[in-house]
């Protein structure tokens, strides 16, 4: 079991950018971690993932290029770096984990088992 908490998000002009911080309740070596989000009428979607060891990271395209995700294992925690925020990227954004071993880092939310409350990151125009 873990607790996630999200912290970070905010009121940004289009153009700015937000640092997303997800800080886990204890330490695990197995531990995947990702961010979702979801935007008002719309289905949670996959951001971005990174493997337990921060070796491997995933994007979904619409983000690749501005944002970063990053993992610092000995504070337990896991960061996102958005970038050239956009409209379309204001939704909530939800820390997601799992536990074990992949080839591949997984994009579907089905798969997460542990999740944060979610904060909210509004990107005006």
């Known amino acids: 079991q873990v607790q996630l908490v999200e912290s970070g998000g905010g009121l940004v002009q289009a153009g700015g950018s937000l640092r997303l911080s997800c800080a886990a309740s204890?330490?695990?070596?197995?531990?995947?971690m990702a961010w979702f989000r979801q935007a008002p009428g719309k289905e949670r979607e996959f951001v971005a993932g990174?493997?337990?060891?921060?070796?491997?990271?995933l994007y979904a395209d619409s983000v690749k290029g501005r944002f970063t995700i990053s993992r610092d294992n000995a504070a337990n925690a896991v960061t996102l770096q958005m970038n050239s925020l956009k409209p379309e990227d204001t939704a909530v954004y939800y820390c997601?984990?799992?536990?074990?071993?992949?080839?591949?880092?997984?994009?579907?939310?089905?798969?997460?088992?542990?999740w944060g409350q979610g904060t909210q990151v509004t990107v005006s125009s």
């Open positions: 997601a984990a799992y536990y074990g071993q992949r080839a591949t880092i997984a994009k579907t939310d089905h798969d997460y088992p542990y």
């Open positions: 204890n330490r695990s070596f197995r531990r995947y």
């Open positions: 990174i493997s337990d060891d921060g070796a491997r990271t």
